[in-house]
């Protein structure tokens, strides 16, 4: 029986073993644990030390420029080894983080990732120009919202992390809505009504107000919201076009783009080879073909 070779090496994986274990370092660690850390760091630091100066012995200076992971392991190694010499702790975790792309160089060997990384990487314009929908869409929303419920009192949600007093709060507070945070009680307090809020800032409703103004505002000021009938149209609305046409356009155009992906990863060559391990592993001598 005949064992196929992993489709990476011992210099790809060995070097990847130790990335997540590296970016495990935290706030209060104990001692013991930071010399672990800082062992491995050294351990890896050398392996890709010796794996960038194997690669300029064989490849060159131009190898660097050719083959874009070998460019990118040696800019790795090079700020490593910038951060040992400064002795600047901000410098060597700016490498460690960088090294976390490598776990790609690993996981592009691998063909069912590697359809899925490709696939994501073709969609990426079609996701900025939903994106740049959205925004659009959003800020559509968070105007009107601003100008409908921007002077709302403040109720049982509507506060300080929700409202739409302006417009950077009336898209975060829309992107709450979007995902389904308390909704519902976000357009409750937006149909507050009299006595629980004040129709109009003046001699009325407030005794004393133009001894303390001089006198009632030009124009109605109201911290009241819309009767609950508009309110329940305006956020039915926002739910709707914002959520479930807006954000399911989004999640459908990347459905789209990866509805190939298990064809393309269960082609028939795979199925065959598959067959063939099968077969293999039950010491079977006739060799399979599959073929459509």
């Not at 951060?83 to 069912?112: D, N, W």
């Not at 409202?163 to 409750?188: K, L, N, R, S």
């Not at 309110?231 to 789209?256: A, H, P, Q, R, Y």
């Amino acid at each position: 029986m005949v064992i196929p070779m992993l489709p990476f090496g011992f210099w790809d994986l060995f070097p990847e073993s130790f990335l997540l274990v590296c970016r495990t370092d935290h706030k209060g660690a104990s001692l013991a644990y930071e010399e672990i850390i800082e062992t491995q760091n050294t351990i890896f630091n050398f392996v890709l030390f010796i794996e960038v100066f194997i690669t300029l012995l064989g490849f060159g200076p131009g190898g660097f420029i050719d083959d874009k992971w070998k460019g990118f392991d040696a800019f790795v190694a090079f700020g490593s080894l910038a951060g040992m010499v400064a002795q600047s702790p901000s410098i060597t975790k700016f490498s460690k983080a960088f090294r976390l792309v490598r776990i790609l160089r690993l996981m592009i060997m691998i063909r069912a990732i590697r359809v899925i990384l490709e696939t994501l990487i073709s969609a990426l314009p079609q996701l900025v120009n939903i994106m740049v929908l959205l925004f659009l869409v959003y800020s559509i929303a968070a105007v009107m919202l601003v100008q409908t419920y921007g002077m709302t009192k403040y109720g049982y949600r509507l506060g300080g992390t929700a409202g739409f007093y302006d417009y950077p709060h009336a898209i975060y507070t829309i992107y709450q809505v979007v995902t389904g945070d308390e909704w519902h009680v976000m357009m409750t307090d937006c149909s507050v009504a009299w006595p629980e809020c004040t129709p109009s800032f003046d001699e009325k409703f407030i005794p004393g107000w133009n001894a303390w103004k001089g006198g009632p505002f030009t124009s109605t000021v109201t911290d009241c919201g819309l009767s609950k009938g508009i309110t329940f149209s305006v956020w039915m609305l926002t739910k709707v076009v914002c959520e479930n046409i807006m954000l399911n356009l989004f999640i459908g155009m990347i459905l789209d783009n990866f509805s190939f992906i298990t064809d393309e990863v269960l082609s028939p060559m795979c199925v065959c080879l598959f067959w063939q391990v099968y077969v293999m592993r039950v010491e079977a001598r006739a060799c399979v073909s599959h073929s459509r």
